[in-house]
């Protein structure tokens, strides 16, 4: 597939969502809710379970199934509350030395102008911030669609894996023509030029793992042992390690 077709399959309704993934990986897993401030933004899920023998910190970007689903999942565009729970969670890991799974998932952050009033680009600009320096391991999984600042507010981890068939890209390649064209029908040619293509990225530095999309046993398997490596890593290591790979990119 070239960059195009798979931005596409990404986008298909058929696929896994972070729901699917977390039935499937995640053991024991209990829902939390709310963002202490605003409300419970259901675009995101978020709570704790465990994967073979450490408890975790689970984050998801949920789509839906159908119709219904997707609009009360905001179609997988979250608002600040759900940027906010998402970062209560993390904090909370942080403070039992959980670590934190993010399964990544939309086209970017909800867009209308309730969710700017509340602060929208101050909770992903928050999230970043606290995710730098958030003293407990993070893994982020892009799932399918990993746009623009509503994909980075929980891609800013120790490890970032890739399905084959996901993309990961700080503009959608429709946006991103309609700048430099003044029309989408260049998407094509904005997909190939923009690197968003896990292969791609995995050359460039920017992701660490090329994941198979069928084979969730051994998903299951390699987040495992991974997070057995990080949690035995030294806590000034690990975020040594952390800036070094965000400052590294591009150089």
């Known amino acids: 597939m070239d960059a195009y077709e798979i931005v596409k399959a990404a986008r298909d309704?058929?696929?896994?969502?972070?729901v699917d993934y977390i039935n499937e990986i995640?053991?024991?897993?209990?829902?939390?809710h709310g963002d202490r401030l605003h409300g419970d933004d259901k675009a995101i899920i978020a709570g704790i379970g465990r994967v073979g023998k450490f408890p975790v910190t689970v984050?998801?970007?949920?789509?839906?199934?159908?119709?219904?689903?997707?609009?009360?999942?905001?179609?997988?565009s979250a608002k600040p509350e759900g940027y906010r729970k998402a970062l209560r969670l993390m904090k909370q890991a942080e403070k039992f030395h959980r670590p934190v799974i993010c399964f990544v998932d939309t086209a970017g952050a909800f867009c209308d102008v309730a969710s700017?009033?509340?602060?929208?680009?101050?909770?992903?600009?928050?999230?970043?911030?606290?995710?730098?320096?958030?003293k407990t391991p993070i893994l982020s999984i892009v799932i399918g669609e990993g746009g623009s600042g509503g994909a980075l507010a929980l891609s800013h981890s120790d490890r970032i894996w890739?399905?084959?068939?996901?993309?990961?890209?700080?503009?959608?390649?429709?946006?991103?023509?309609?700048?430099?064209?003044?029309?989408?029908?260049?998407?094509?040619?904005?997909?190939a030029a923009l690197s968003l293509t896990a292969k791609k990225l995995y050359k460039l530095g920017i992701i660490d793992k090329i994941c198979s999309k069928g084979d969730q046993k051994g998903n299951k398997e390699e987040i495992e042992k991974e997070l057995d490596k990080l949690m035995n890593t030294e806590l000034t290591d690990l975020l040594e390690a952390r800036y070094r790979k965000f400052r590294t990119i591009g150089y």
């Open 26 to 32: 995640v053991e024991d897993f209990m829902e939390f």
């Open 116 to 134: 700017e009033e509340n602060g929208q680009g101050r909770a992903i600009a928050d999230n970043l911030f606290e995710m730098s320096d958030l």
């Open 13 to 18: 309704e058929g696929r896994k969502t972070s």
């Open 162 to 191: 890739m399905m084959e068939d996901a993309y990961f890209s700080v503009v959608s390649p429709e946006s991103c023509a309609n700048i430099l064209w003044k029309t989408t029908e260049k998407a094509p040619e904005a997909a």
């Open 59 to 76: 984050i998801g970007v949920e789509k839906g199934k159908n119709t219904q689903d997707r609009i009360t999942h905001n179609f997988g």
